[in-house]
């Protein structure tokens, strides 16, 4: 088995995580390693992630680590997380244990597969990388709203003067569409949901359409036009009157699972919209138990 490795070398914690990890693969996986973690098992082999071709990714960070590596390696990948918020993540890193006992699961083959939905755009006649999360469409002048024409399958609906637009995955629902007052969508959903940033004398509503469809979005402000931001990751400027166009992508993102748990790894992070007690010691005294 080929194990690829990788983390977010700005995080100490994750580097030592990285090392942690060698170290509990040892010699029952060929190991290979990201570039940009030089300073972890120098006597192993280091190349550019877009290379790295493993049978599994290990990526430890968080989700914007985690998104980092889906946009340059197409191996399933086991996201860990290195303390930040780590919505996509399958491992708690800082819970005793749990990381080693990960390791050994997935070397002996005992986890599956979880595929989620990507989006494709373009731009004009030029293809945008694969979004995971979302797009953003968002005005190109700081400070000031931006006109959008929204059409779906070439029929014009309408026109929205905001500061953007936000088309996301069921897994980019969690994050920046999220805080945009989106809806939260299961991920084992395919759909695409569009969410408006700080629109102008409308609601703030989001709308969730059917994946087949295809949105186009065209920036109307004949000023300054607008950006389009894949995951946030890459930028692309969106000149005006020039439309970008977002629709399911038939390449799919592969996350390591070790157990079905989508909403546990919402708790405990302000995202679920519900009280999150979920055991005898968090009910209250005067709630009575059930029958």
Not at 225 to 231: E, F, L, N, R, W
Request: proline share 8%; aromatic share 6%.
């Amino acid at each position: 088995m080929k194990v690829g490795v990788t983390a977010n070398p700005k995080k100490a914690e994750a580097l030592d995580l990285a090392r942690r990890t060698v170290e509990r693969i040892g010699s029952r996986a060929e190991v290979s390693l990201s570039e940009e973690l030089g300073s972890v098992a120098p006597d192993l082999p280091h190349v550019r992630l877009e290379r790295l071709a493993p049978d599994v990714l290990i990526a430890i960070g968080g989700d914007g680590s985690f998104l980092y590596a889906l946009h340059r390696c197409d191996a399933p990948l086991l996201p860990v997380n290195a303390g930040t918020v780590g919505v996509l993540a399958e491992v708690d890193a800082r819970r005793p244990d749990e990381l080693d006992r990960a390791v050994d699961r997935l070397l002996e083959g005992r986890y599956f597969l979880e595929e989620r939905m990507k989006l494709g755009g373009q731009l004009s006649s030029r293809a945008l990388p694969d979004a995971v999360n979302e797009y953003v469409i968002h005005a190109g002048a700081v400070g000031k709203m931006g006109l959008f024409e929204l059409a779906f399958d070439d029929e014009v609906v309408g026109r929205i003067q905001a500061d953007g637009v936000i088309v996301s995955t069921p897994t980019g629902s969690t994050g920046y569409s999220l805080s945009a007052l989106g809806p939260i969508v299961d991920p084992g959903l395919d759909a695409i949901v569009l969410t408006t940033i700080a629109p102008f004398r409308v609601e703030a509503r989001a709308v969730a359409v059917d994946p087949l469809r295809t949105v186009r979005i065209t920036s109307a402000d004949l000023g300054s036009g607008a950006v389009v931001i894949a995951d946030g990751q890459k930028s692309y400027p969106l000149p005006a009157d020039a439309p970008v166009t977002i629709y399911r992508s038939p390449r799919r993102a592969t996350l390591v699972r070790f157990s079905s748990r989508f909403f546990d790894r919402l708790r405990g992070k302000r995202i679920l919209p519900w009280s999150e007690m979920g055991s005898e010691e968090h009910r209250p005294a005067d709630l009575p138990s059930p029958p």
